[in-house]
Every structure is written in structure tokens, then in C-alpha cells.
């Protein structure tokens, strides 16, 4: 835990304090003798950091594989990179405000008096101007590495069953009775399907000889009905079905079991050889091996319910029916609906929080115009001493003062952003669907090979030789 927590201090902890260096760099940066040094040392460091997210990105391959500790520091580098970039820019708002009130001359009387009043409080308006651009460009970046990594995740994504598929799981084997009972007494019309597992002690492990890595179920008619979508899928209580939408010839089905559970030799272990047939899935992202109840039990298992599934194409869960089910379980199983890939949101609060800051710190960097200043009395004699004219002039120096912002801020959070996408969406696997996302993301053109994506077998002993 402790470590934890002192990684998690260096990840954002580091990055922050060179973005709150950037804020102090464009306050001290105002005196007139320091500003053409200060803004050397912006432009070196805005180019280091700029190098570091370059190199970064390009120092990863979307054929390499990259452990967990790999991935982190890849991403603790580029963040350390975007800090860098960020500290460089803060010398730049003080030379970006004079500029403005330069240009300013060709503006409306508010927004010109607004730009030079703002050169009254050089040292507070620099500062805020400079929060108002870390965080624009934090939201800016965060929108961009978060639109790459849904369609990351979008791509990873594998369902756990059939679109609009109810499966209830995760329950011990002694509490199946109750869970059956009380999905049952919840759904009274609906026809309960159910995939079966072995008890505690034992287990038995599929050995197909293309090497198909899918789920396993256990159980009758109804079940094979769910994993096909086919009223008339042949069913035979003697052989095994592997459903895959791959092109497969298969006639037999080796389970390997263990009946005790001891740790042995793998290949020691009995061995049975059942007739097996193909057959096509109802959803082609759900595939299984079908192997009916009276087979295992040959063997000497004794079955448990392992999954209670409602078949779609019978009956669909609605919101209301899965709220019910789980206060009615109460917690001592897993309500699941297929509802596909649903996007993260997390993202939209983080969004509208900076929003708030950065227009509050634009609002901290103008606020209310002194009634002393030069540029209130020029505005009050020309508009003949009015509020509105007071007010007018604080929404001018807002304006101002976000603008200046918020366009440095669009621009910087844009070049992380896009330097960024690349390493944050860095997979630790072997996902061939994943590796052609990260392939159109970085631009290359190159078609992947197209293989079937390695999926989740039946609980077993690891077994280097059989992948299992």
C-alpha cells in the first residue's frame, strides 16, 4: 500500500509541481530586466519537453510488448515531458499579454483600455493567465487520450455474452439452489438456462487440437440453443460442440480431468476422447465449447450450476428487472447484462471541474477594475461615469485574459495530447485487434495479420505445452 501510494505521488505528483512552476515562471517574468532571459530558458525548456513526449512516442513500436512496469515508466517519462513543455510556456504569457495590448489599437474602446488596464497588475494577471493555460491545455490533452483510449477499449472489448443476455454468476457452489431460486421466483415465466462447472474438488480441461482457447459450458439442449441461436442445432448427449465462426474440422474432442485436484504431471492424467461437431454462433464475438452435462458426469464429476442465463431471443431484461434481481440476491451473486461496449464517462467531470478553474482563475486574473486605475477614468469620462460602463470593462478584461489563456493553453494541450495517445494507449498483451488499433492510430498503413483473438478457457492447471 505504502508504495503504492508513493508511486502514485511521483506519477502526478512531479508533473504538477512543474505546472505550478510554470505559473511562477509567468509571474516573475513580468520585471523588465528578466524578460528576454526568462524567455530563453522557456523556449529550452518548452523544446526539452516537447523532445521528451517526441521521443517517447517514438521509442514504441506497435509490434512490441510492454510489461506493467514497462508501460508505467513510459507514461511517468512523457508526463514528466508534458511538465517540462508546460514550465517552458509559462515565460511566454507576459510577452503574449503585451502583445495583445499591441494589437489591441485596432479593438473597441473596451477591449483596448481593457488590454493596457490589464498591464496595471502585471504580476497577478500573468500568473492566473498562465493557470488559465495549464489547465486548458490539461483538458485539452485529457480529451484527446481520452477519445484514443475508448477506441481502445472499444476494440478490446469482448462481451460476456450474447447482446441482451441476463447471466447471473459468481456464487458459491452452495448457495446455487438459493441464486437458482430466487432468479426463478423473480422471473416466474422465463426458462432459466444453465451452464454447469465442476464442485470444488477436481477439474476437467478441453484439449482441441487447433488450439481454439474459448469458454466452456456444460449443459442440456437449451444451453446449446443460447450459445447457436438455433432452435434445430443438433444435439446428441455423446458429443461436444465447439461453436466458432472460424473454419475448423474438427471430429473429436479430448477432456483432459483429474478427479482429486492434485498437482501432478499434466500429461499423466487421464484423458477422454468424445465426438465433436462445429457449429456456428448466435453472436460472432461469443464463441464456446459445448460439451453436454452427461459427459462429464461419465467421468465421474458431479455438477454444480456455474451460470444462470437468460437467452435473449426468449425474453429481454429490462433496467428495472436487473435492479430487481440484484436487491433480491442481495449481493452474494453477479447480475450481468450484455449491453456492449458502454464508453467510459469519467472524463466529462474532470472536464467541467477545469472549465470551472480556468475561467474562474481568468476571472481572478481581470476581476472588478479599480476605480483608480487610468483606464476606468478614461472609460467613465467617455461613457459618462456609468456602472455599466464598470462592468462592461471587468467583462472586456475577462475576455481578454481567457482568450490569452486559453488559446496558448488549446495549443499546448493539443501537441501532449497527441503525443501522449500513443504511449497511454501501450497494451500489455498480445491482442492482435488491439496491436491494428495501434497501428491506424500511429499512422502506419501496413495490413495485420488477422488472427482469431486468444480467449478465456476453463479453470485448469497452466500447462506451457497445451497453453492452458
Not at 163 to 184: H, I
Request: some cysteine.
Amino acid at each position: 500500500m505504502i508504495v503504492t501510494i508513493a508511486v502514485f505521488i511521483v506519477v502526478l505528483g512531479i508533473p504538477a509541481a512543474l505546472m505550478c512552476g510554470s505559473v511562477f515562471l509567468a509571474a516573475r517574468s513580468t520585471s523588465a530586466p528578466v524578460r528576454s532571459g526568462r524567455r530563453l530558458w522557456g523556449v529550452a525548456l518548452a523544446a526539452i519537453g516537447l523532445a521528451v513526449m517526441a521521443q517517447t512516442a517514438s521509442a514504441i513500436h506497435e509490434d512490441q510488448h510492454y510489461d506493467d512496469f514497462g508501460s508505467a515508466g513510459t507514461i511517468l517519462l512523457g508526463f514528466l515531458g508534458a511538465g517540462v513543455f508546460l514550465l517552458g510556456l509559462g515565460p511566454f504569457i507576459p510577452w503574449l499579454l503585451r502583445t495583445f495590448e499591441r494589437l489591441a489599437v485596432r479593438l473597441p474602446v473596451p477591449f483596448r483600455l481593457a488590454a493596457r488596464d490589464m498591464g496595471e497588475r502585471p504580476v497577478l494577471t500573468a500568473a492566473a493567465v498562465a493557470l488559465t493555460m495549464v489547465i486548458t491545455a490539461l483538458t485539452v490533452a485529457v480529451l484527446i487520450v481520452s477519445a484514443a483510449m475508448t477506441a481502445l477499449h472499444r476494440v478490446e472489448y469482448q462481451p460476456r455474452a450474447r447482446p441482451g443476455a441476463l447471466v447471473v454468476d459468481e456464487f458459491r457452489n452452495d448457495q446455487a439452489a438459493t441464486v437458482q431460486a430466487a432468479v426463478q421466483r423473480e422471473l416466474p415465466t422465463v426458462s432459466i438456462v444453465l451452464s454447469h462447472d465442476e464442485t470444488d474438488f477436481g477439474y476437467f480441461v478441453p484439449d482441441v487440437a487447433s488450439g481454439l482457447l474459448t469458454p466452456v459450458h456444460v449443459g442440456d439442449q437449451a444451453l446449446l440453443r443460447y450459445l447457436t441461436g438455433d432452435p434445430s442445432a443438433p444435439f446428441r448427449e455423446d458429443t461436444a460442440v465447439v461453436v466458432t465462426g472460424e473454419n475448423l474440422a474438427i471430429s473429436s474432442l479430448t477432456i483432459v480431468h483429474n478427479l482429486s485436484g492434485e498437482p501432478g504431471d499434466y500429461d499423466a492424467y487421464p484423458r477422454q476422447s468424445v465426438p465433436a461437431v462445429t457449429a456456428r454462433p448466435a453472436d460472432p464475438q461469443v464463441e464456446a465449447i459445448f460439451i453436454p452435462s452427461k459427459v462429464i458426469q461419465d467421468l465421474g464429476f458431479h455438477l454444480v450450476p456455474e451460470q444462470l442465463i437468460v437467452d435473449p431471443g426468449v425474453h429481454r431484461i429490462s433496467p428495472l428487472e436487473q435492479e430487481r434481481l440484484e436487491e433480491r440476491l442481495g449481493g452474494t451473486a453477479t447480475v450481468y447484462v450484455e449491453r456492449g461496449f458502454q464508453p467510459s464517462t469519467g472524463w466529462q467531470a474532470f472536464v467541467a471541474v477545469m472549465a470551472v478553474i480556468a475561467l474562474g482563475s481568468a476571472l481572478v486574473a481581470t476581476g472588478w477594475t479599480s476605480a483608480g486605475s487610468r483606464s476606468t477614468r478614461v472609460l467613465l469620462r467617455a461613457r459618462g461615469g456609468s456602472s455599466a460602463a464598470l462592468r462592461w470593462l471587468a467583462v472586456c478584461r475577462a475576455g481578454v485574459g481567457t482568450a490569452c489563456g486559453t488559446i496558448l493553453g488549446a495549443a499546448a494541450g493539443c501537441a501532449i495530447g497527441l503525443l501522449l495517445r500513443w504511449p497511454l494507449t501501450t497494451s500489455a498483451d498480445w491482442d492482435p485487434q488491439a496491436t491494428a488499433f495501434r497501428r491506424a492510430l500511429a499512422g502506419h498503413r501496413r495490413a495485420g495479420r488477422r488472427t482469431a483473438p486468444a480467449r478465456g478457457g476453463h479453470r485448469g492447471p497452466a500447462d506451457p505445452q497445451t497453453n492452458r
